[in-house]
Nanobody
Framework: QVQLVESGGGLVQAGGSLRLSCAAS????????MGWYRQAPGKQRESVAT???????NYADSVKGRFTISRDNAKNTVYLQMNSLNPEDTAVYYC?????????????????WGQGTQVTVSS
């Protein structure tokens, strides 16, 4: 019904920047809160940043001042600009979206995850 496709991960040196993108597609009525999460090896998945449809944002303390989340509602896409990266930011980054979608003649709601994109920061 709904798919999230991420792009933009890769390998970067400490101090560098990357920009992640995540586009939602399918039988979408409305995309509500979107966010980025990450999971490092041996650690639990954690929230990095979220953004509501109206543009209100929330960040993990560890990324405040370095990462910026934004979205384009017309494209159902969320972005994560990551600056001043350090090796502790190395993880698989996942996109999440709360979506109202068409289900037959109804509108239903569900949360979806992207497939994940690897971000590796070398020292």
């Amino acid at each position: 019904q709904v798919q999230l496709v991420e792009s933009g991960g890769g390998l970067v040196q400490a101090g560098g920047s990357l920009r992640l993108s995540c586009a939602a597609s399918g039988s979408i009525f409305s995309v509500n809160t979107m966010g980025w999460y990450r999971q490092a090896p041996g650690k639990q998945r954690e929230s990095v940043a979220t953004i509501t449809r109206g543009g209100s944002t929330n960040y993990a303390d560890s990324v405040k001042g370095r990462f910026t989340i934004s979205r384009d509602n017309a494209k159902n896409t969320v972005y994560l600009q990551m600056n001043s990266l350090n090796p502790e930011d190395t993880a698989v980054y996942y996109c999440n979206a709360n979506v109202d979608y068409y289900s037959g003649t109804r509108v239903s709601n569900n949360a979806y995850w992207g497939q994940g994109t690897q971000v590796t920061v070398s020292s």
